[in-house]
């Protein structure tokens, strides 16, 4: 079996390690207890979550074992990585809820079941019964406050103002490495690029306190060619659960990528075979457009199911054809005398009435065939009655039902 970190390095996961050589040779050794760990703030996980997950997934294939830490405990202090302002604090239920959801979409990439099975784990359960002094006279030694202001999500916030609580973040998330370590024998800590400084931490606490060798990993970011991160609509973030972000939304986001970025997303958020990839992706003509229909297809398969994402390559076809019985469908709560801007928000088709005017004025609006030239046209002035297809630009088209 090829070692996890060659699958996970051909694939483009991998942007940081350390003692990479001695980590090559535990993984090839031994079955491998590693965790990521993941912040409950919302009640479902979103596509800068996919890359962790999907590496989770590669390394279970691979023998080692899975575990996902929900931060249960750290998300009620908050974590200044990447931010510029203080993250509200969660109630205990808001966690508790938002944990359950987690669960139920990261079964459909890791198994809770069988040989290495994935686990769940809540940091709620060893922080928030801690003794702060017993902590501080244990663990407060192994840490230098000079290095720790030297780490990128801290010093981002020294010039707006880093407060205590948040300071403490980087002592928590190094405190999950070392129980986890004790209490389920855990050497690697896995995660995303921006959480460098606290997985280091980690690997050094348990390195000082018990004089045992632990790892660090983190993977690369999903990002647009020019280097913004992707996963952004017009609606938000792009959500894994389909009462926030629905299958065809999903599958027309992966549908319309940048050619140039087609291979990149195969690699890393589908089980693709390497060899087909670079097969499909070996264009630079139209012929990538059937790239990034299986593109769409995969991730949309993987989130959602076979069933949705069947059903939304169907959508994405008629809605090119013209066959609107196939079509995504909105009932709106309008007649046909309410101005078309308003129509476009409570479709989902535009944020604001003043996004849909723009839209309107830009040319990129039809009802059915008719282009809609004024923004206080109506379905009744248009002339097309309580059913009709609304075109927002090329790519968006949804069959619309007033009542």
């Not at 207890?33 to 962790?52: E, R």
């Not at 459909?108 to 709620?124: D, P």
């Not at 229909?293 to 069947?310: F, I, N, P």
């Amino acid at each position: 079996m090829k070692n996890a970190l060659d699958i996970l390095y051909e694939r483009g996961f991998i942007k940081q390690t350390v003692y990479e050589d001695d980590l090559r040779k535990l993984l090839d050794s031994e079955s491998v207890p590693f965790y990521v760990g993941f912040d409950p703030t919302a009640d479902s996980l979103h596509i800068g979550h996919y890359i962790p997950i999907m590496a989770m997934a590669h390394m279970q294939r691979a023998g080692h074992k899975p575990i996902a830490l929900i931060g249960g405990g750290t998300a009620m202090i908050g974590d200044p990585s990447g931010r510029t302002d203080m993250r509200s604090m969660m109630t205990k239920e808001t966690i508790a809820h938002n944990c359950e959801a987690f669960r139920k979409q990261m079964a459909r990439f890791i198994r809770f079941e069988g040989e290495n099975a994935a686990v769940m784990v809540n940091n709620g359960d060893w922080l928030l019964g801690l003794n702060y002094i017993d902590f501080l006279r244990e663990f407060g030694p192994m840490f230098s406050v000079n290095k720790m202001l030297t780490a990128d999500c801290y010093k981002q916030r020294l010039e707006k103002g880093l407060s205590f609580l948040e300071f403490n973040y980087m002592l928590m998330q190094a405190y999950d490495f070392y129980v986890l370590y004790k209490q389920r024998g855990v050497k690697l800590e896995c995660g995303g690029n921006d959480q460098w400084s606290n997985i280091l931490a980690g690997a050094d606490l348990i390195r000082r306190k018990d004089g045992v060798d632990a790892y660090a990993m983190t993977f690369t970011l999903l990002e647009t060619s020019d280097g913004r991160k992707m996963g952004k609509t017009a609606k938000g973030a792009l959500w894994l659960d389909a009462e926030k972000t629905t299958p065809y939304e999903f599958y027309q986001y992966f549908r319309n990528v940048e050619d140039i970025k087609v291979a990149e997303c195969m690699k890393l958020l589908t089980f693709m075979e390497l060899d087909e990839i670079e097969r499909l992706t070996q264009y630079r003509d139209e012929r990538m457009n059937e790239a990034k229909k299986r593109l769409a297809y995969e991730v949309t398969k993987l989130v959602h199911g076979e069933t949705e994402a069947d059903k939304a390559q169907q959508e994405a076809l008629s809605a090119f054809s013209g066959d609107a019985e196939h079509m995504p469908q909105a009932v709106v709560s309008a007649g046909v005398d309410t101005p078309v801007p308003d129509i476009m928000v409570l479709a989902g088709v535009a944020k604001t009435k003043s996004e849909a005017r723009r839209l309107i004025e830009g040319g990129g609006v039809k009802l059915n065939e008719t282009k809609v030239t004024d923004v206080n046209a109506t379905p009744a002035t248009l002339r097309v009655g309580n059913e009709f297809v609304l075109h927002k630009g090329k790519k968006i088209h949804i069959r619309v039902t007033l009542q």
